[in-house]
């Protein structure tokens, strides 16, 4: 596995835990639908939101920062990806997208940073 994609893994089961921590459950992980994917899928702690989880994880934010990589296209893949999802699971459920960035190279040293409702992909 290439180094970006260990890093990348690292990114997304360090925000699994940290949402697991936070009292969120983690329904899915790494769902796919032809090429779209959604890195984590959660139910908020009360139950009533299911929130649809896109993890960015780079070593810096010196040239461009995680947040920045989530463009227009990539805000309607998730849409379209989380619109599959929850007719493929009949959810009735409220609805988020949330976005964490994480920067480190290493578990050890990494920062995370929870934003939570990011984007509206019907607004794109």
Same mark, same amino acid.
């Given at each position: 596995?290439?180094?970006? &994609?260990?890093? #990348?893994?690292? #990114?997304?089961?360090?925000?699994?835990?940290?949402?697991?921590?936070?009292?969120?459950?983690?329904? $899915?992980?790494?769902?796919?639908? #032809?090429?779209?994917?959604?890195?984590?899928?959660?139910?908020? $702690?009360?139950?009533? @939101?299911? /929130?649809? /989880? $896109? /993890? !960015?994880?780079?070593?810096?934010?010196?040239?461009?920062? =995680? $947040?920045?990589?989530?463009?227009?296209? !990539?805000?309607?893949?998730?849409?379209?990806?989380?619109? %599959?999802?929850? !007719?493929?699971?009949?959810?009735?459920?409220?609805?988020?997208?949330?976005?964490?960035?994480?920067?480190? @190279? %290493? =578990?050890?040293?990494?920062?995370?940073?929870?934003?939570?409702?990011?984007? &509206? =992909?019907?607004? /794109?």
């Amino acid at each position: 596995m290439a180094r970006h &994609n260990e890093l #990348g893994k690292a #990114g997304e089961d360090f925000a699994a835990s940290y949402l697991e921590h936070a009292g969120y459950g983690i329904i $899915e992980r790494d769902w796919r639908q #032809g090429s779209r994917d959604i890195d984590i899928v959660a139910r908020t $702690e009360d139950g009533t @939101t299911v /929130v649809f /989880v $896109e /993890v !960015k994880t780079r070593s810096s934010d010196a040239i461009v920062r =995680p $947040e920045d990589a989530v463009d227009a296209r !990539k805000i309607r893949n998730l849409g379209r990806a989380a619109d %599959a999802y929850v !007719k493929e699971r009949a959810i009735w459920n409220e609805l988020r997208f949330d976005l964490i960035n994480i920067v480190g @190279t %290493a =578990p050890e040293n990494f920062r995370l940073e929870h934003i939570i409702d990011a984007f &509206n =992909p019907l607004l /794109v």
